[in-house]
């Protein structure tokens, strides 16, 4: 559709001297997510894998857990008063045996970091309607693969090569190879969108892989990984607090600062095998 970028004449300023210029930047349009024809929520996303992102979505609130549970996903025609398709509201319909999530258009959903519920009341949440435990996930991580990772994802990320706007999300398996990216000026939404993938592909749980992303860690993106049951989570910034919290209480691997070949690893650290308990041995002496 040529929405993911916009185009815009701006000033340029160099040492003083000005000059005008086009520059692209990335698109930035609400999305209003609707199931069985109710309103359920508005996100604010880069135009693209839409369908991604709002199955994506569903998988992380855990209302739906395979691609089975999705029997339709469409645009909704006539969303505006005129009858014009804005693509900007879609439609999915559940399976019947699927039960029907309160609807609301305020994001009140019991883990995400933007609705007020904090502390143990979403640890205990997250613990109780998780449907894979990422602590039992045998999978076994090389640093030396781990390090690879921002380099993959950054070549990856096409249009922020025409933005430098966007957040990305990648799906790695254990040798470093990537199955999925996805772009969008909000890191939750590039990782519902790579969830929404997988779940379209009936790939859940995600066993094995590492989900590495752009920016920071938050709260909500190790929510969202432990629901898609992915058991490992790798990050070029911080995490915050509350995020090391969840990750040690669902066994989650949290690698954070991931940059060259240094990373701080907050969770999960025997998934990386003899090195890190090594390490640990050696500070601790």
């Not at 883990?111 to 998780?130: E, Q």
């Not at 990050?235 to 969840?246: I, Y």
Request: hydrophobic share 45%; net charge neutral; aromatic share 4%.
């Amino acid at each position: 559709m040529g929405r993911v970028t916009t185009r815009y004449r701006v000033l340029r300023l160099d040492g003083g001297v000005g000059a005008h210029r086009p520059d692209s930047l990335a698109a930035e349009e609400p999305l209003e997510i609707r199931v069985n024809g109710r309103p359920l929520t508005v996100t604010m996303r880069t135009p693209g894998d839409d369908f991604d992102l709002a199955r994506g979505f569903l998988v992380s609130e855990g209302v739906v857990s395979s691609a089975a549970d999705v029997t339709s996903i469409r645009y909704c025609a006539g969303a505006t008063v005129g009858g014009a398709n804005t693509y900007n509201v879609v439609d999915l319909l559940l399976d019947a045996a699927v039960p029907t999530p309160e609807a609301s258009l305020e994001r009140n959903f019991y883990t995400t970091s933007s609705c007020g519920v904090c502390g143990k009341a979403s640890l205990d949440a997250v613990r109780t309607v998780s449907r894979w435990s990422v602590h039992s996930d045998p999978v076994r991580l090389r640093a030396s693969t781990i390090v690879t990772l921002p380099d993959k994802l950054r070549a990856a990320q096409r249009v922020f090569d025409r933005t430098g706007g966007l957040h990305a999300a990648g799906l790695f398996d254990a040798n470093g190879a990537l199955s999925c990216v996805r772009e969008d000026v909000g890191r939750h939404n590039a990782v519902d969108k790579v969830i929404g993938w997988a779940a379209a592909q009936d790939l859940l749980p995600l066993s094995g892989m590492t989900l590495m992303v752009s920016g920071r860690a938050s709260f909500e993106l190790v929510q969202k990984a432990v629901m898609a049951g992915i058991p490992a989570l790798a990050a070029v910034s911080a995490p915050s607090s509350l995020a090391v919290d969840l990750a040690r209480e669902m066994g989650l691997t949290l690698v954070g600062f991931l940059r060259g070949s240094t990373m701080n690893v907050y969770s999960g650290e025997q998934r990386l095998g003899s090195m890190a308990t090594e390490a640990a041995v050696s500070s601790a002496g």
